[in-house]
């Protein structure tokens, strides 16, 4: 076989690989049959995979890199000394960069690098948020119910958006978040009973809509069905922060498990159907 027409095949097999049409480990064994220099074969290992990437490197790629990580460290480390209407653009641009690149690599069929990239900008995206409130609010709980209602909905479109479940389950936690917070500088006392119908109703509400958006999209179904189980049981969170009797808490808990594994039992024909 010529010398042109392997480096053809060894193209096309890598690039089988890149888009994962083939599993890695056939994509190794191919490129090792077309692979006549040992030095050429490719590595099995991901510390041989990342030499590899190294020694293909070339001299302007490494002097992009450190110029990149060389501005990533000098704004992390002075990002306290900018202004305010600094550090929002900053902190904005960097959770836009890391969204975008981890869509980007999910459609190269990286899936998992994708969703490491995206799971970083959501982290910094709460993070940057919650410093920069920390910062420069007065420490009103106001802002921070803003902040994370933002966060809720942002989560939840986007999750929904790109098919991501847990960040479209992140977000209606983070609404929990908020309603919790309301609830709780709203009311004074709440009787046991009060706190009952602040959630329950809520619950049956979300379990309704799994059933009512089941047919468009089986994901957005669980997530909701998921979000009303945790909403089933959140009076008894709730009730656990703002008082310290825990005869009666235990005794809700233990009314509330078996009510609800009544019920999904009764009904899991129907709820099953919903979400698998």
Not at 91 to 97: I, R, T
């Amino acid at each position: 076989m010529d010398q042109e027409r392997r480096k053809t095949i060894v193209k096309e097999i890598e690039h089988w690989q890149q888009s994962k049409l083939l599993p890695d480990q056939y994509c190794d064994f191919l490129l090792n049959l077309y692979l006549d220099d040992a030095a050429e074969r490719a590595p099995t290992s991901l510390a041989g995979k990342t030499a590899a990437i190294v020694n293909r490197s070339r001299g302007g790629q490494w002097v992009k890199a450190i110029a990149m990580i060389s501005l990533i460290c000098m704004i992390f480390l002075y990002f306290s000394d900018f202004p305010l209407l600094l550090q929002i653009p900053i902190a904005s641009l960097a959770v836009l960069f890391l969204l975008t690149l981890g869509q980007r690599r999910r459609r190269m069929g990286r899936e998992s690098e994708g969703m490491a990239w995206i799971a970083a900008g959501t982290v910094i995206m709460l993070g940057a948020g919650l410093y920069l409130l920390h910062a420069h609010s007065d420490g009103s709980w106001t802002w921070l119910a803003i902040f994370l209602a933002g966060c809720a909905l942002f989560w939840i479109v986007f999750g929904l958006l790109a098919s991501i479940p847990l960040l479209h389950l992140c977000g209606w936690a983070a609404a929990m978040m908020v309603y919790a917070l309301l609830l709780h500088r709203m009311t004074e006392q709440p009787a046991w009973y009060d706190i009952q119908l602040y959630w329950v109703p809520l619950a049956v509400l979300f379990a309704w809509g799994s059933w009512l958006v089941q047919r468009l999209s089986k994901k957005a179904s669980s997530i909701l069905f998921v979000t009303a189980l945790l909403l089933w049981f959140m009076p008894e969170l709730y009730h656990a922060m703002l008082t310290d009797d825990a005869a009666l808490l235990q005794l809700q808990l233990l009314a509330k498990l078996a009510m609800a594994g009544i019920l999904l039992f009764v009904l899991r024909k129907k709820w099953i159907a919903w979400v698998a």
